[in-house]
């Protein structure tokens, strides 16, 4: 898979243009609005991209110096111009500047696919390891959610022997990080956003917590209105920024479907759903398959998890895999002193002797490691995040799930 950094200084047509990309395979895209002289600053950010993709309303030669100057400075980047205007003097002026294609707007899906394929072989031996986003999300609140997401990306790190990071991406009391270290996060998300202009790779090493030497977490807000400031665009920066340095991302979704979620579900490969055997969590599970599926996510991406489960939970476990039509891919039983005496200590439950929950865990990180990407043809099929939240769906989505 190749990383590719999108530029326009057009919000519609670099949605249309996410779309297309979308459209033509298995790639992982991170969108700025701006012209080329807004990436100038941002340090050694742009060495985890492998194409830089600019729409040009118009060519003139200061954003050609700065594209130059780009290229200059990192030569592996594989940089493509769309350009209203692909005249002889055009093509000249951008293969001088450092761009390897020249595509004329209205942009064609073949043209788009041929220059992709092209890069994808140059770019074919930089990236023989592939990342893989896993999301967790809630069907109610109190369901655990937090705890099996940190708790899953500690084990994928210790037991599995991966480079992982967790993500908190919970926007009531994000306290993911306090289940498995007792360190202060030296940022959050909402800082991260605040200083989004000078994140490199210094910055973001300085910003997350470093559990260990390959578990890292980036904090959540942990409130509800600092929440608020962690933006769309700059989230989508910071994840372009993370995925490619780790093998796997565990993101804690949380509860609510909104467009930031949405940011992180579209790349992710698993989507697990969690949730307890009762009644109202069932009819919670029911309208978030919902929601997801109406969204474009495909059956095969989503996975059942059941939390605190009990013998006497047999027949709601029943009447759950029923109504859903899919089984519980993993059960993680009830054991509340154990995952109480983790919590309190702000340990991961694998060290704190936690019995049956961490073999339940062991189960989830072993699954998640032995499972390939999802398939390009599959992915492809999703549109687009702006595609969709032009769509009515997601305006119902933005709701908290739970009732």
């Known amino acids: 898979m190749i990383d590719i950094l999108t530029l326009s200084t057009d919000a519609a047509r670099l949605a249309q243009i996410m779309d297309l990309v979308a459209g033509c395979g298995n790639y992982r895209t991170t969108r700025v609005v701006g012209d080329a002289s807004v990436l100038l600053e941002r340090g050694d950010s742009l060495d985890l991209f492998d194409m830089l993709i600019v729409d040009a309303a118009s060519i003139d030669d200061y954003s050609l110096d700065s594209t130059a100057r780009l290229c200059r400075e990192h030569k592996h980047l594989t940089c493509i111009l769309i350009a209203p205007d692909a005249s002889q003097d055009t093509l000249i002026a951008a293969m001088r500047a450092g761009f390897r294609d020249v595509l004329s707007w209205p942009l064609e899906r073949r043209s788009l696919e041929e220059a992709l394929l092209r890069a994808q072989t140059q770019h074919s031996q930089r990236n023989a390891r592939e990342t893989q986003l896993v999301s967790f999300v809630s069907c109610k609140g109190g369901v655990g959610t937090s705890f099996i997401a940190s708790n899953v990306a500690h084990a994928l ?23 498995v270290t007792d ?21 973001f090493g300085a910003s997350v917590v470093h559990v260990s030497d390959s578990f890292d977490i980036l904090a959540g807000a942990g409130d509800p209105v600092k929440a608020a400031d962690i933006k769309l665009d700059r989230l989508e920066w910071i994840l372009g920024l993370a995925v490619p340095r780790y093998d796997f991302v565990i993101v804690d979704v949380g509860q609510t479907l909104n467009p930031l979620s949405i940011l992180a579900l579209d790349r992710s490969t698993q989507i697990h759903l969690v949730l307890q055997a009762t009644m109202p969590g069932v009819r919670a599970a029911r309208r978030l398959q919902e929601m ?44 509340a002193r154990a995952v109480l005496a983790a919590v309190n200590q702000g340990m991961p439950i694998a060290k704190a002797g936690g019995g049956a929950v961490a073999r339940g865990i062991k189960e ?21 995040l702006f595609a969709r939240l032009r769509g009515d769906v997601v305006q119902t989505g933005a709701r908290h799930v739970a009732s």
Request: glycine letters at 6%.
């Open 183 to 203: 360190e202060t996060p030296p940022s959050t998300l909402p800082q991260m956003c605040a200083q989004v202009e000078r994140m490199d790779g210094a910055f």
């Open 364 to 384: 989830i990180a072993a699954q998640i490691a032995g499972n390939g990407a999802a398939p390009a043809r599959e992915q492809a099929k999703a549109r687009s």
């Open 292 to 335: 997801l599926v109406s969204l474009g996510y495909t059956p095969s991406q989503l996975r059942l998890l059941l939390n605190r489960f009990t013998r006497q939970d047999e027949r709601t476990r029943a009447a759950l895999e029923q109504m859903l039509g899919m089984r519980a891919h993993h059960v993680i039983p009830e054991d």
């Open 157 to 179: 790190s210790t037991q599995r022997g991966k480079r992982v990071l967790l993500v908190d991406l919970c926007q009531l009391f994000g306290d993911a990080a306090f289940l």
